[in-house]
């Protein structure tokens, strides 16, 4: 089974997942054509490991039961999707997942020969992250009729390097009063046709089609939860 790409077509790992990048993703970096077919090959091993039941591939922070458990036990979400992106610009893809809408979501990340989660949100109800095409990510703040907006992308240590914002805000001093909506782009007050443009322009025209996600296989949380108890088993628990 081939993973087909716009440049170039890789193996797929032998739990025979069709991992894939997503038309118009950001493509590995300048400067790594060398290295990053090899790295990238591997982070897709790990994934497709992952996203097959085994979570012996993802790095525990303590190895004890109570963290193997919590960890292990929500690294899938039922009926989730996932899309590959180079997130931090080394040219090797890091695995997002999105559950319930975009209210659910995880970025995991390859390295050292194992996935380390990034970011792992399973109940927000109004707050969550989106990845645009290009690698940038949006942190969503939808709260009583307002908007917020932080653009920001991963650096390779995970950490988060903030691009940018925007709020629509809709005040009110009571709740006789009317409302008073105001608009900010990076805390600069604008109009709310120049917000609007903005969101549209930065947001709405670089988010992924539904399409570019590709459906985890329902039988994924089952054998994590399998793979717990067996090891909960081999150590005497």
């Known amino acids: 089974m081939k993973i087909k790409t716009k440049k170039a077509a890789a193996r797929s790992g032998i739990w025979g997942l ?5 038309a118009g993703a950001a493509a590995p970096a300048d400067g790594a054509a060398e290295e990053a077919p090899t790295a990238e090959s591997e982070a897709r091993t790990a ?15 303590e190895d004890t039961r109570e963290a193997r458990y919590e960890t ?5 979400p039922p009926e989730g999707e996932y899309l590959l992106l180079d997130l931090d610009g080394d ?12 209210q659910g979501y995880a970025v995991y990340h390859y390295a050292d020969g194992q996935v380390h989660i990034w970011q792992l949100d399973l ?35 995970g950490s988060e390097e903030r691009l940018g914002s925007l709020a629509g805000i809709h005040w009110r001093n009571s709740d006789d009063d009317p409302e008073t909506p105001y608009y900010l782009i990076d805390d600069e007050t604008v109009d709310e046709e120049t917000f609007r443009a903005a969101v549209q322009e930065q947001i709405t025209d670089r988010r992924f089609d539904d399409a570019d996600w590709s459906p985890i296989p329902a039988d994924s949380v089952e054998k994590l939860q399998q793979a717990f108890f067996a090891w909960e088993r081999a150590n005497g628990y």
Do not use: H, Q
């Open 18 to 22: 069709r991992l894939r990048l997503p």
């Open 72 to 76: 292990w036990r929500y690294l899938l």
């Open 91 to 102: 040219g090797v893809s890091e695995l997002l997942l999105r559950w319930d809408g975009p």
């Open 47 to 61: 994934y497709e490991s992952l996203l097959a039941g085994d979570p012996t591939v993802v790095a525990l922070r």
């Open 123 to 157: 109940f927000e109800m109004y707050l969550y992250d989106i990845p645009l095409r290009d690698g940038t990510m949006v942190r969503c703040d939808e709260w009583c009729g307002n908007e917020g907006y932080m653009l920001f992308r991963y650096r390779s240590d």
